[in-house]
């Protein structure tokens, strides 16, 4: 898995609307993946509540992360489910002509879908979306994965001699105690499996 890790991705706030609430979570599998038309792919982890909303809606939102973004962002949007959580409970600002949610900052860009069609890649569903609206929202560059894991996320603290055995997620820093790691551990804030997961000294 090492070499997947140096693909380079974006990360964005892809928001939804079930009916009754705002939703959003954060997604790093977007990209345009064809010109005439232009095509814009999704893939969301079929375990996230936006990814039933939006098979069912038909639209999203996606809401470019700038690198200011703070790591209570991703707090809100990444290691809560909107099955239970209201991510948008301090209202909405602004909204796109979709009528769904656009984030008032930490973003450089907004860019509204609508689902053409949808592929079942097992553990993920594709969306593949046209363009309905586009906005330039400032000139901050981009928050790469790369830039959230060196600059962004919280280092953990090593462990005191004695201490027991600890495990660290790559993916969000929630740490593991316990002298052995579990082969079927599942991250409780992002749902990783334990491949992504390292000893912690």
Not at 88 to 104: C, E, I, Q, W
Not at 132 to 149: H, Q
Request: charged share 20%; proline share 4%.
């Amino acid at each position: 898995m090492s070499a997947l890790f140096n693909i380079g991705y974006g990360l964005y706030v892809i928001t939804s609307n079930d009916g009754k609430r705002d939703n959003g979570m954060i997604g790093n599998a977007v990209a345009q993946v064809a010109l005439t038309p232009n095509r814009i792919m999704v893939s969301i982890n079929k375990d996230n509540y936006s990814h039933d909303v939006i098979k069912e809606t038909g639209k999203m939102n996606v809401n470019c992360l700038s690198v200011d973004a703070p790591f209570s962002v991703f707090e809100t949007f990444g290691f809560k489910s909107g099955r239970d959580t209201d991510k948008f409970v301090t209202g909405v600002a602004k909204r796109s002509a979709n009528g769904l949610a656009v984030l008032p900052k930490y973003v450089n860009a907004c860019i509204s879908l609508q689902v053409e069609e949808y592929v079942d890649l097992g553990s993920h569903g594709m969306f593949l979306c046209s363009v309905t609206e586009e906005m330039v929202l400032s000139e901050k560059e981009t928050m790469t994965y790369t830039y959230y894991l060196n600059n962004v996320k919280p280092k953990p603290e090593a462990k005191a001699d004695g201490a027991k055995k600890s495990w660290v997620c790559k993916i969000c820093g929630w740490v593991y105690e316990g002298d052995e790691l579990p082969e079927d551990l599942i991250c409780p804030l992002c749902k990783h499996p334990a491949s992504d997961f390292e000893p912690l000294n």
